[in-house]
């Protein structure tokens, strides 16, 4: 397995300027969606019980990364540590906008999954990178001492300065919207829910078709991508299980442990993606294998959803007592 996912690391993946601005215009616009949906009103009533989202934050902005980085080491005799290192960085994404309508559909509670979304995405500026240069290095120091990762320098001022360009400013124009111009924001949700969704499918498969063109023979495409996918579904199953049953063991209302179990498992992979593209954050120099933390990355975007969806359709058909 080892050797199919290090196939993927020797590839050296980059977009070119157009293609990094299209996938900047798409994450920004999705921010720009989920900025819309969030309203004063939605906090008010999740704040009055503020047990289950501080629980969620917990969750999201310290289990979920700490877990990822044990895992990546319990994995780390057949794991590389390109692939390691993309399981940090999902693990350290906010929560992906699909959260709110899984959680929805699962007649979970929407206004903490929503709440949950907003609080996240408004700290990714300083959480994603400080939990990405905390939890990297920690794997770091372990993967050298095992001679398996060479010197890597974990970005993060450079992350820092380029998530607030990328998300601070659609957020705070989709939080100017909503709060100056209801009307028009509600207009806007309900085309901006839809084409975020698909433009952010579409990013995805731009990615994985990036990836796919660099290999030569195709046995080489199904074992390194049936590889990652493999990491991916134990990450993701980690993530979802982990909201699940620390939810459980907290004894929250069934509809609050619904939402917390698909918040932690559902990440803004896309922002992954465009930071992974961006070459003054991941230098090439440096950087130089990173095919395997962007199929990891792109894989993540494509299976949440369909775990997503499992989940959510068996929340769905139990009992809430």
Not at 20 to 31: C, K, P, R, T
Not at 84 to 97: F, Q
Request: aromatic share 10%; charged share 10%; proline share 4%.
């Amino acid at each position: 397995m080892k050797e199919h996912l290090l196939n993927l690391d020797s590839l050296n993946i980059n977009l070119g300027s157009g293609e990094m601005l299209v996938v900047n215009f798409i994450l920004a616009f999705v921010m720009f969606g989920v900025a819309l949906g969030i309203k004063v009103r939605t906090f008010k009533s999740i704040f009055k019980k503020p047990v289950p989202i501080i629980l969620g934050l917990l969750l999201q902005w310290v289990a979920l990364p700490a877990l990822t980085c044990l895992l990546a080491i319990a994995l780390n005799p057949i794991i590389t540590p390109m692939i390691a290192i993309g399981m940090i960085l999902v693990a350290s994404c906010p929560g992906g906008n699909m959260s709110n309508f899984l959680s929805a559909f699962s007649k979970g509670n929407i206004e903490l999954s929503v709440s949950m979304t907003a609080v996240t995405t408004l700290f990714a500026s300083l959480i994603t990178p400080l939990n990405f240069w905390f939890w990297g290095s920690h794997y770091c120091r372990f993967a050298s001492i095992r001679n398996d990762i060479p010197t890597l320098d974990i970005p993060f001022d450079e992350m820092l300065s380029q998530i607030i360009l990328i998300l601070g400013f659609p957020i705070i124009l989709g939080l100017i919207v909503s709060h100056y111009f209801p009307n028009v924001a509600k207009k806007l949700t309900k085309v901006t829910s839809v084409l975020s969704i698909l433009l952010f499918v579409a990013m995805l498969l731009v990615s994985t078709t990036q990836v796919l063109s660099s290999f030569e023979q195709r046995w080489e495409v199904y074992a390194g991508i049936l590889s990652a996918l493999f990491v991916v579904i134990i990450h993701n199953a980690t993530a979802l299980g982990t909201g699940y049953f620390v939810a459980k063991i907290a004894r929250v209302p069934v509809r609050d442990r619904r939402s917390l179990t698909i918040e932690t498992g559902i990440q803004n992979s896309g922002l992954g993606l465009a930071l992974l593209f961006n070459t003054s954050i991941f230098a090439p120099e440096l950087w130089y294998n990173n095919g395997g933390m962007i199929i990891v990355t792109a894989l993540w975007g494509i299976w949440h959803i369909v775990s997503g969806l499992t989940v959510s359709i068996l929340f769905r058909r139990s009992p809430l007592a």
